[in-house]
């Protein structure tokens, strides 16, 4: 199946077309087209137009179920924004009626804001289409010596 990931190398809601990239590749027979986003920069216009381009996932990166774990695995991020953005976003596709695009939460698990998965499973349950959690790798040993992380 033809597929296009619109998020490499940086936040594509970066792009202030990125509904008419979308658009684009469906009309060039691109059946799945996803990206990642963190949701920082998602507010309703553009929420409304990356639902009608025929996106068919989105996956928002959160981390955190809390304001103040979200400050220290995000820095610089507002997580009541994002949870604004985000929430905004499903209310407008459940109005548009549409069952695309797909959307994701993601947390990926580490010593800072483990302790909040469950927390952040129950927020997103009731909301989203898939919640996942992620392993932690630190691969930053890996430029000093040869190092295989357990999987």
């Not at 409304?48 to 928002?60: A, D, Q």
């Not at 220290?72 to 209310?91: H, M, P, Q, T, W």
Request: glycine share 6%; charged share 30%; with cysteine.
């Amino acid at each position: 199946m033809p597929s296009i990931g619109l998020d490499h190398g940086g936040d594509p809601l970066m792009r202030k077309d990125i509904a008419k990239i979308i658009k684009k590749a469906k009309e060039s027979f691109i059946i799945d087209c996803i990206f990642h986003t963190n949701g920082y920069l998602l507010n309703r216009e553009l929420s409304k137009e990356v639902i009608e381009s025929g996106l068919t996932k989105i996956n928002f990166s959160l981390d955190a179920a809390s304001s103040e774990v979200y400050k220290r695995v995000r820095l610089g991020g507002d997580y009541e924004k994002v949870v604004k953005n985000i929430d905004a976003f499903l209310s407008i596709k459940k109005e548009s009626g549409k069952s695309y695009p797909r959307v994701r939460v993601s947390f990926v698990v580490s010593e800072e804001n483990k302790h909040e998965q469950k927390k952040f499973f129950e927020l997103w349950k009731d909301k989203v289409n898939l919640i996942a959690f992620q392993k932690c790798y630190d691969f930053s040993k890996m430029l000093s010596q040869h190092y295989i992380p357990k999987l």
